[in-house]
């Protein structure tokens, strides 16, 4: 067996890596100081993703000759694949030493340094390897991604487009700049990235999804329905895509379908799983009271909605009133102390233990995994400083949410609240309230129309909801005090973008949840200019009659 064969890396390809890396395997154990033959075996076991065996092969190359940087570079990055991240690190650094122009140790330190979170030390890394390899795709891209991670667009979209430039098949590359391009608010250039993305490569479930997330942000839930389903076809026990579905699905008005798709959430890490008793959903004909259990859950939009339909109007079950049935709150939402029910016909507890172990759901013979909401509302001093105060213009007081603690940009982009409300205080007759408490309270500083402000006197759901009862109307962007006047009754107008919560549906502007809810929903244009005109003019109309909304 001669030397030669085992350093010609180009007579590999005329016979398969098994039979190579047998060519240099053999070559090593004739010649166990041939530092060549090591590092072409270790190149061929990286390729056959033998990573243990390849930094053996490495860690010989480095015994016989310790200057050998391509080596160490390589077994840093072997290193990195055993998740061994200081020592992958050690030895990329340790070839960057010995040869401070070998691009390639500088762009794999980078990856080893993004892994372990040190974005700022990435960055430094990826940009020296790109000075020094300006046509290194993979690092203009992966220096694309972790300038996205830091916050910088802008310079994402550069390097992907350099790194597109050199490789207009980079598909991955392709699907980055996608993200970038979402991530500025550019959708329709994102679903461009997204569409070639697919197009190179169309096994890639990420890219579909996105494509997905996209569509159904520019309101078009027919083509995210089938981006999400594509994606499906590649993982069908995928968690996350099963419930993009099923949000689409609602949205369009096919709840049973939908349901059904939602039920995948408890496979997901976003819900924690709870154990009950008794079947979820399922009456245990043993039990006498239509007693129910809801656990609480993430976030505040869905956990006003649905316990509404416990109120008087629900329906009665079995010739009881559904408020009659008990309702406890699992433990796990510190803020439940807003959702509690008092009064004689129901009584809401907190359960005193952990979560998945609630003793008194024994008792309840329908668990019902939905979230709380505030069933009870007192006179508070919000409603005692609201009452004398919203009466002092001669027309109807208006009450109005502030963009401080809006809905994530999927729901509602964010509302200049200043630009947009001004046209609302214009109109004679109207006096602004505000109810804005917390973050965003300081915008209100910036005002240049009267507005009275409530925000130091509302500390928590109660005041809030005590305050809109004592307004002609409340007028808000999908947010959680949305839901909250919808479900008091209170008079209440949202501005919805153009992709809106699942919630409101498509093409109404009435609501089958809240009755006395108007829907204000953005056009294809996504600009919030004609919304509020459109609120305005109503307002104004309303105004001039005297009436009510």
């Not at 077994?75 to 691009?103: F, H, N, S, T, Y």
């Not at 809810?517 to 307002?539: C, G, I």
Request: charged share 25%; proline share 7%; glycine share 8%.
């Amino acid at each position: 067996m001669s030397r030669r064969s085992a350093t010609s890396p180009s007579a590999w390809p005329s016979r398969p890596l098994e039979r190579a890396a047998e060519v240099c395997r053999r070559a090593v154990q004739r010649h166990p100081d041939f530092v060549a033959g090591h590092y072409n075996l270790g190149n061929i076991l990286r390729q056959l993703d033998r990573t243990a065996a390849a930094v053996e092969c490495y860690e010989w190359v480095i015994a016989l000759d310790g200057g050998h940087a391509e080596a160490r570079t390589n077994l840093g990055v072997e290193l990195q694949k055993l998740g061994r991240l200081d020592e992958a690190a050690e030895q990329c650094a340790r070839a960057i030493d010995l040869r401070p122009g070998l691009a390639l140790a500088h762009y794999n330190l980078g990856n080893i340094r993004k892994q372990q979170g040190r974005l700022d030390a990435a960055v430094a890394c990826y940009r020296r390897a790109v000075e020094l390899d300006p046509g290194h795709a993979q690092a203009h891209n992966n220096l694309g991604v972790a300038l996205a991670e830091l916050g910088d667009q802008d310079g994402c979209v550069q390097h992907c487009q350099q790194a597109l430039a050199l490789e207009p098949g980079y598909a991955r590359c392709w699907y980055n700049l996608g993200n970038a391009r979402r991530a500025q608010g550019q959708l329709e250039r994102a679903v461009e990235c997204y569409r070639r993305a697919v197009a190179l490569d169309p096994h890639y479930r990420e890219t579909h999804n996105n494509l997905g997330v996209v569509f159904s942000e520019l309101g078009e839930p027919h083509e995210a329905l089938a981006c999400y389903r594509k994606a499906l076809l590649l993982q069908p026990d995928d968690a996350e895509l099963h419930m993009n579905v099923a949000f689409m699905q609602l949205l369009l008005g096919r709840f049973e379908d939908g349901w059904n798709e939602y039920e995948w959430r408890w496979r997901s890490q976003k819900f924690a799983p709870r154990r009950y008793p008794v079947p979820v959903g399922r009456r245990a004909r043993a039990r006498q009271d239509p007693a129910a259990a809801f656990g609480a859950g993430p976030g505040r939009h869905p956990a006003l909605h649905p316990l509404r339909r416990l109120g008087p109007d629900a329906g009665r079950s079995r010739g009881r009133d559904l408020s009659e049935a008990a309702v406890v709150l699992a433990r796990g939402d510190r803020r439940d102390r807003s959702f509690r029910r008092q009064g004689r016909a129901a009584a809401a507890r907190r359960s005193a233990r952990p979560a998945d172990e609630p003793p008194a759901i024994a008792r309840y013979d329908r668990p019902a995994p939905a979230r709380a909401d505030p069933l009870f509302v007192h006179r508070t001093r919000a409603s005692r400083a609201i009452r004398p105060r919203a009466r002092r213009a001669p027309g109807p007081a208006r009450g109005h949410r502030l963009a401080g603690q809006s809905a994530s940009r999927r729901r509602s982009p964010a509302i200049d609240p200043l630009a947009r409300f001004a046209a609302l205080a214009a109109i004679p007759g109207v006096e602004l309230v505000s109810l804005q408490w917390g973050a965003g309270a300081e915008q209100l500083a910036r005002a240049d129309f009267p507005i009275t402000d409530l925000g130091d006197r509302i500390e928590d759901f109660r005041d809030l909801a005590a305050a809109m009862l004592a307004l002609d109307l409340v007028v808000c962007c999908d947010t959680a005090p949305a839901h909250l006047a919808g479900g008091l009754g209170a008079p209440v107008w949202v501005a919805l973008s153009v992709a809106p919560d699942w919630r409101w549906l498509r093409g109404r502007a009435d609501t089958p949840w809240y009755p006395t809810m108007r829907l204000y929903r953005q056009s294809a244009t996504r600009t919030w200019e004609p919304v509020f005109a459109e609120m305005a003019a109503d307002l104004r109309a309303l105004a001039a009659a005297g009436a009510s909304p």
